[in-house]
């Protein structure tokens, strides 16, 4: 998922992936560590304003607020949650209840604060619905550590992305 921002950077920011990759290296390597996005956000600033030479309300506004609300990670981490319980559990997951765990993922992850395996704590109450055991979020948060490092750099690299797309359409303003 990380990589596919990417080419998204290329596209929508204009800006070589390249450059892009060489400022977000910083704040991914302290995302990958400490598995949490708001801690890395003092690294994600010095990239967007001192790397990247971005606007000031790139930095200032835009970067914080897609801290504090984006979490891009989190639609897939569910989708790959439920399918591994719907196995654990001998319990079939269908194309539908996948498709409506995105839709609520999706709507969840606004709230998701930016500590480490944090969306797990909210999916519990939502995987009840699919016959699936609450305890079940237990097994997924012992086992979350290796899979949080990429799912918090999938985050910030997500993050820096925003920021990038945002002052390119604020600047051809």
Known sequence: MTLLLYPVVAIFGRMSPVRFANAALPAQAVAFS????????????TAVRDTLGLSP??????????????????????????????????IPVTTGAM?????????????????PSASLFLMAPVIVQYGIPAEGV????????????????????AHLTSAVIVDRADSSD
């Open 34 to 45: 400490v598995r949490s996005s708001l801690a890395a956000l003092p690294a994600m600033i």
């Open 138 to 157: 237990g097994i997924l948060i012992a086992v979350d550590s290796i899979p949080d490092m990429f799912k918090t750099t999938a985050n910030v690299t």
């Open 99 to 115: 498709a409506l765990i995105v839709v609520t993922s999706t709507l969840i992850s606004f709230s998701v604060p930016g500590l």
């Open 57 to 90: 309300r790139a930095s200032g506004f835009t970067l914080p607020l897609a801290v504090s609300i984006f979490r891009i990670n989190v639609p897939p981490a569910w989708v790959v949650g439920l399918i591994f319980l719907g196995k654990l559990y001998d």
